[in-house]
T-cell receptor
């Protein structure tokens, strides 16, 4: 199993540009989520999904969109990038939500918005 | 809102020492508590997961304990090695989200 994969590893955007961060898992996990990690702030939940077709907002959802058309993929979209979105983004997955399963994290995408 | 605090923020020890990392959380209504390791520029690696009904979990030189009633967890590392140098994060699981502490940065010197 490849586990949780994320692309790209690094990205530089200009303010106002859009892009999609890709996340995929091959473990047949129902639950997937996106976190951002900022110095001094720790990791914070952006959006999550409990299964295909079902998504919900986390702690810091503004400026981000998600969709879940398949069990394997959970892309994160930035519609109009802002410097405040400069961060490291991690995707995570687990077998199910609501039961407290172990969550597995991808390697991260380091995003810089100029 | 769940607040998770890790003490100390940084720790430097000589190789071979036993050490304890602390994690506290404000809301005891959690499913489990998970400890992660993060190396610089890398993702998170799960070390141990303690379910809310458990008191401790062990993996090799690592032992994690959980006291839900007092809102505390500890990660004990025995006979530390330079390869243990990393940032250690604890996260309280409420089912749909992990609430993370800011981590303890550990340096083990030869």
């Amino acid at each position: 199993n490849a586990g949780v994969t994320q692309t790209p590893k690094f990205q530089v955007l200009k303010t106002g540009q859009s892009m999609t961060l890709q996340c995929a898992q091959d473990m047949n996990h129902e639950y997937m989520s996106w976190y951002r990690q900022d110095p001094g702030m720790g990791l914070r939940l952006i959006h999550y999904s409990v299964g295909a077709g079902i998504t919900d907002q986390g702690e810091v959802p503004n400026g981000y969109n998600v969709s879940r058309s398949t069990t394997e993929d959970f892309p994160l979209r930035l519609l109009s990038a802002a410097p405040s979105q400069t961060s490291v983004y991690f995707c995570a997955s687990s077998y199910a939500s609501g039961t407290g399963d172990t969550q597995y994290f991808g390697p991260g995408t380091r995003l810089t918005v100029l | 809102k769940q607040e998770v605090t890790q003490i100390p923020a940084a720790l430097s020890v000589p190789e071979g020492e036993n050490l304890v990392l602390n994690c506290s959380f404000t809301d005891s209504a959690i499913y489990n508590l998970q400890w992660f390791r993060q190396d610089p520029g890398k993702g998170l690696t799960s070390l141990l997961l303690i379910q809310s009904s458990q008191r401790e979990q062990t993996s090799g030189r690592l032992n994690a304990s959980l006291d839900k009633s007092s809102g505390r967890s500890t990660l004990y590392i025995a006979a530390s090695q330079p390869g243990d140098s990393a940032t250690y994060l604890c996260a309280a699981n409420r089912g749909y989200a992990l609430n993370f502490g800011k981590g303890t940065s550990l340096l083990v010197t030869p």
